[in-house]
């Protein structure tokens, strides 16, 4: 009797001890960024929780990283037609030719009444000595938006960098975008968004494995099912364009349960005239949601947030893809998940004010 005691005493405790390494191995995993890394690693005035709020915080930190480049910048944009990082790009080129600047871009972008439809000077680009990709047939569209700077840090946003984002557009009544993006320091996710950008350009295959950066069209799909299916409290959504039946039947069966389930967009994203987002508009909230239509930002974020009021369920995803059929199945798209109650706390905040306006 001893003996198996002792033999099983030890099984539990063994197992006691790996599930505490394994929980402070998840709370690590999950820090995008640190403070102390932000602080080391990137120039002065970065906001120190890691968070850019668009269109707020405007070009700024995007001129910043770029003019801090030292060796190389891997960048995926579906846009880039705002002058200023342009120039600062062609600029830190001349400056130092030996720096190495791979762009991936969509040549063919989206057109639609309530954009300029500016597109990105690929030409103009390569003649400055800047290596421009475009993606490989598999998928729809590179929609992703991504920045790292030397292989050591980067950013995950949910806006394009057109200067309409920034500014707004008057010609076609539209605001400046609600954005946002978050900056990674995390080494192994660094060096998987590097993977994955090196295989996209070169039109190779790659399987993407670290459980907080949501690929798209890889795994997106199952982990946004996931996290909704998972809220036993509250559901907030930002989102461009909201047509996919399945995601908004997960959510609509969320608040016919109870759960709180709000979500911000704008009336007619794409024209003046049509809103194909209306029926799931209106499927959530004949559940019980609340749709909010804003009318301060051109919405272009695309956010999901599970139960931010409890500190051991709270998750947040932000990324670059629709709540659209083809985005969530065939584009390459780039989220980021975090429990980082700084980043939570404040896009709360920005959501509240967001749903008066």
Aim: aromatic fraction near 10%; hydrophobic fraction near 40%; glycine fraction near 6%.
């Amino acid at each position: 009797m001893r003996f198996f005691f002792n033999r099983y005493f030890f099984v539990f405790f063994m197992v006691s001890v790996s599930v505490l390494f394994s929980n402070a191995n998840i709370g690590k995993a999950m820090c995008i960024s640190t403070k102390e890394e932000i602080e080391r690693l990137i120039p002065k005035g970065w906001p120190k929780n890691g968070l850019l709020v668009f269109p707020e915080m405007g070009r700024g930190p995007y001129l910043k990283a770029i003019s801090s480049a030292k060796k190389k910048i891997e960048m995926a944009a579906y846009k880039l037609s705002d002058p200023n990082i342009i120039k600062a790009l062609v600029d830190l080129r001349r400056e130092n030719s030996d720096i190495e600047i791979d762009l991936l871009i969509q040549p063919e972008t989206f057109a639609h009444e309530k954009s300029g439809n500016v597109v990105s000077p690929i030409e103009f680009l390569r003649e400055n000595g800047i290596k421009v990709h475009i993606l490989s047939g598999k998928f729809n569209q590179a929609h992703y938006k991504m920045l790292l700077i030397d292989g050591k840090w980067g950013i995950v946003s949910t806006g394009n960098l057109d200067q309409e984002s920034f500014d707004g557009l008057k010609s076609v009544t539209a605001e400046p975008c609600r954005d946002f993006a978050l900056t990674i320091t995390n080494a192994e996710m660094i060096q998987e968004m590097s993977r994955v950008f090196q295989a996209d350009i070169h039109h190779e295959d790659v399987v993407p494995t670290h459980p907080f950066l949501v690929w798209g069209p890889d795994q997106q799909r199952h982990v946004f099912s996931k996290m909704i299916k998972s809220a036993t409290r509250s559901i907030r959504i930002y989102q461009q364009d909201f047509q996919d039946m399945e995601i908004a039947q997960l959510v609509a069966n969320a608040a016919a349960t109870g759960i709180r389930v709000e979500v911000i967009m704008i009336p007619y994203p794409f024209s003046k005239t049509k809103d194909n987002n209306i029926p799931n508009q209106q499927l959530i909230r004949k559940a019980g949601g609340h749709v909010y239509l804003h009318g301060r930002h051109y919405i272009h974020a695309k956010m999901l947030l599970i139960d931010a009021e409890d500190p051991g369920a709270r998750l947040l995803c932000l990324t670059s893809c629709n709540f659209y059929t083809p985005s969530l199945n065939g584009t390459r798209e780039l989220g980021v998940q975090t429990r980082d109650e700084d980043q939570i706390r404040a896009i709360l905040g920005i959501f509240e004010c967001d749903k008066k306006a």
